[in-house]
């Protein structure tokens, strides 16, 4: 069997043997295909990325038909089980999970490098109390890259290990300063005798004891979804880490582009998002209103549907069983009952299956981060702490993969032709600029 596809232009009646590897062809091979020789050469037309691999990764697996997830070939759910989130943070920058040895490395490097600089405290002193978080910790994490401008030296294995230890160790000590500052509190130092998560919820929630003491049943719930929101191969958060990491843009201001785009409401935002729609549904009686006017394309059901997994979503599956060992120490959440109908009329509605849109992992994190007691906006802060770990390591095989240049995407222009100046008394107002703003 010949390995390639042959395709033949009935512009010019010529056929090309375009080769096929690891099940895909190389876009820049159709560029020979031309229908005069000064012609550009044929492109793909591909919005939004639906059916185009920008990279080879050894890093996440994801079988959306079948729902699988792996992070360096470990199937989620085992991870789930068996690992703390550092472990698991190893292993995707490392590619390995670490002996004990390794690990205790590890974590001492990791939790030494949490403290923020005392200027950094300043700069997130300047946002308004009722800033949002997220808004907070993308410009933290932005601020971070003048406190260390040696990050730029990107080509240095060394150096690139020191900022993603800095990057995974400050994280969430940047996320509970951004949740103290907007309840008013006063900053928390980091202990390094409690671990990654222990450590971040002290910093969250210690008041005046001497020594803060996590409940050890909320703060697995909080690691294990940690574990499941650390990688996901190439989503739009991790697409922008590594489009802006192939200008060589410092690790800093590479991951505060990835979280900028992990906060809006179609990626990280959308668990925020499902709070919001159970509060405005408000009652389990009023569920089959509230699908009806998402069938009728009022809007949609946030917390459901995903670009790759259209069988179901495994991480939402771990979370169903995480919810349920959380609520028995936290008390339920008044609006399961709501989620739960939801649930249980979508995937039996016709819509839903016809399109197959299932719950995904957004569906019931809102749900436990509210449990533990969060507040909604805190719930994206919350998605972008283990998710640093995957951009870094993502970042890191792009910036060592030989075949990767600066990403430049090509577009087909649909403007004017070639037009001559006009002056601005001769100019007339066309319909496309009519827009008035309110003052
Ligand atoms: C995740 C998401 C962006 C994926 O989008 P996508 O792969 O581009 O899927 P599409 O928008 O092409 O959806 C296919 C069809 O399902 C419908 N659909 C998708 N998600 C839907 C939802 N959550 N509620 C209702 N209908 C939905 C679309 O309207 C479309 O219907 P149509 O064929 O009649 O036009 C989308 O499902 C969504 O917006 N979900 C809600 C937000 C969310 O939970 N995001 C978190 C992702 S982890």
Redesign the pocket.
């Known amino acids: 069997m010949n390995n390639s596809l042959k395709v033949v232009d009935e512009r010019t009646a010529t056929s090309y043997d375009i080769p096929i590897r690891d099940g895909a062809i190389r876009a820049m091979d159709l560029r020979q295909v031309k229908e005069t020789p000064d012609d550009f050469g044929l492109l793909t037309y591909d919005p939004?990325f639906?059916n185009t691999a920008s990279c080879r990764s050894s890093i996440t697996y994801i079988d959306g038909d079948k729902g699988i997830l792996r992070y360096r070939g470990y199937p989620i759910e085992q991870l789930a089980e068996h690992c703390t989130f550092l472990e698991v943070a190893y292993l995707l920058i490392h590619g390995e999970l670490p002996t004990q040895e390794q690990m205790n490395e590890w974590f001492y490097d990791v939790s030494h490098h949490t403290m923020l600089h005392e200027t950094t405290k300043k700069f997130l002193e300047g946002f308004r109390h009722d800033a949002h978080p997220m808004g907070m910790l993308v410009s933290t994490v932005a601020a971070l890259s003048t406190v260390y401008p040696e990050a730029r030296d990107i080509h240095d294995p060394a150096n690139r290990k020191h900022q993603i230890l800095r990057l995974i160790g400050k994280m969430p000590t940047i996320a509970a300063y951004t949740y103290r500052h907007s309840v008013g509190f006063p900053y928390v130092y980091p202990d390094n005798e409690l671990g990654y998560t222990e450590n971040f919820m002290n910093m969250l929630w210690k008041m005046v004891e001497p020594k803060y003491m996590a409940n050890p049943t909320i703060a697995r719930a909080l690691d294990i979804l940690f574990i499941l929101h650390a990688d996901h191969e190439q989503n739009c958060s991790t697409n922008v880490m590594r489009s802006v990491g192939s200008s060589h843009a410092d690790p800093f201001l590479s991951t505060a582009a990835a979280a900028a785009a992990l906060s809006g409401?179609?990626?990280?935002g959308?668990?925020e998002?499902?709070l919001r729609m159970l509060d405005v549904i408000g009652s389990k009686a009023n569920v089959p209103a509230y699908i009806e006017k998402?069938?009728a394309?009022n809007?949609?059901?946030?917390?459901?549907?995903?670009?790759?997994y259209k069988n179901y979503?495994p991480r939402a599956r771990i979370i169903k069983w995480a919810a349920d060992q959380l609520f028995q120490v936290t008390g339920g959440n008044a609006k399961l009952d709501i989620a739960l109908e939801l649930e249980r009329i979508a995937l039996s509605d016709e819509?839903?299956i016809k399109?197959k849109?299932y719950p995904?992992?957004?569906?019931y994190s809102g749900l436990m981060y509210q449990a533990m007691g969060f507040k909604p906006e805190m719930f994206t802060v919350l998605f972008a702490i283990p998710r640093t770990a995957g951009w870094l390591a993502q970042w890191q095989e792009l910036v060592e993969d030989p075949e990767q240049k600066i990403a430049r995407p090509r577009q087909i222009y649909t403007g004017y032709d070639a037009r001559d100046f006009v002056p601005m008394t001769q100019r007339e107002i066309t319909a496309k600029v009519k827009v008035k703003v309110e003052h």
Not at 265 to 268: A, E, N, T, V, Y
Not at 299 to 308: C, I, P, S, T
């Open positions: 939004a639906l409401p179609l990626h990280g959308a668990n998002e499902v998402v069938k394309g809007f949609k059901l946030m917390g459901f549907g995903h670009r790759v979503d819509y839903f399109r849109l995904n992992v957004d569906f």
